[in-house]
């Protein structure tokens, strides 16, 4: 299972040289790990390392490609803070993706830049909102017609406390076993949800196939204590990068992240035969988008 992650030894944000197993790595589903690449905060951004920061109805702060900031508590200098802390925390995850995947430049979409300073252990959620549950990225009311979601991880905990990941088999594994469980997709269905306004635009086969497997991980719990996986503890001072809709992942604890998401068609990727819309794809023998 370690096979899943691929530990690349670098320090700088903007990377000297990359290399075709990285890249092949990575476009597999599995995870890169940067164990010594730290995200530096400034004497003042010190003081966000706070729960008091996020607003208490949210999970997360977030900063919109757009730089409006959403979830933050605190007043105009707090907030100005947070919103300088991740907007170079998105410039310095742009360099790292760039100078990793030369070939994505021009092709990425931002989506929001986020930073995650409660407890993972003090959520209380629904078993399907259950992130320390494994499980693919896949989101009900936001279909994406197999876009891939990129992501890239830094561990900025004061306190030496790691983020705690399980980092599950490969997708095609997984895929074997939850897509025979999957319902079958109703487009009249698709369609009460788009016009209800539940979906932003009208679920694709794909996008339910991606719930299915979703849903279907996190409801088997005999599958979440018995699946092929490991713990892994990334510490303060790493980063991991990941397409989160390829790579079986669940976080069983940590504080203090920051996140910063891409988006890329598949047919952009090096290889874009194995996408998680190529796969599906190919097993269902159905054209999914």
């Known amino acids: 299972m370690n096979s899943q992650i691929v530990e690349i030894p670098v320090t700088q944000w903007q990377l000297l040289e990359t290399q075709p197993n990285w890249i092949q790595a990575l476009e597999q589903g599995k995870v890169l790990y940067l164990p ?10 010190q003081k966000l390392l706070t729960p008091d920061v996020l607003d208490a109805k949210v999970r997360n702060i977030s900063l919109a490609a757009d730089n409006s900031l959403k979830g933050a508590a605190g007043d105009a200098h707090t907030q100005e803070l947070l919103a300088g802390m991740l907007e ?24 929001p830049t986020s930073y995650r300073p409660k407890k993972v252990e003090a959520r209380k959620q629904s078993w399907r909102a259950d992130d320390r549950r494994m499980h693919v990225d896949a989101f009900p009311s936001r279909p994406n017609y197999g876009e891939r979601i990129l992501r890239v991880f830094s561990n900025v905990n004061p306190h030496g406390v790691p983020r705690v990941w399980r980092i599950g088999e490969p997708f095609a594994d997984m895929v074997e076993t939850m897509l025979p469980r999957s319902k079958p997709y109703v487009a ?42 490991i713990s892994m503890p990334f510490p303060p ?19 203090y992240m920051l996140e910063q998401t891409f988006h890329i068609a598949p047919e952009q990727q090096y290889d874009p035969s194995i996408s998680p819309l190529a796969h599906l794809s190919k097993v269902t023998q159905r054209q999914l988008v």
Request: net charge positive; hydrophobic share 35%; aromatic share 8%.
């Open 237 to 255: 001072g790493s980063v991991w990068v990941c397409f989160s809709d390829h790579a079986l992942h669940g976080v069983e604890s940590g504080q």
């Open 188 to 229: 009249w269905q698709a369609k009460v949800l788009h016009g209800l306004g539940i979906t932003k635009s009208l679920r694709s086969p794909y996008d339910h196939l991606m719930l299915q497997l979703h849903d279907n991980m996190k409801a088997d719990m005999h599958y979440q204590k018995t699946a092929k996986q």
């Open 36 to 45: 010594t690449l730290p995200f530096t905060l400034t004497e003042e951004e």
């Open 88 to 111: 170079r925390y998105r410039t310095q995850a742009q360099q790292l993706i760039h100078s990793l995947l030369p070939k994505y430049q021009g092709a990425l979409r931002n989506a």
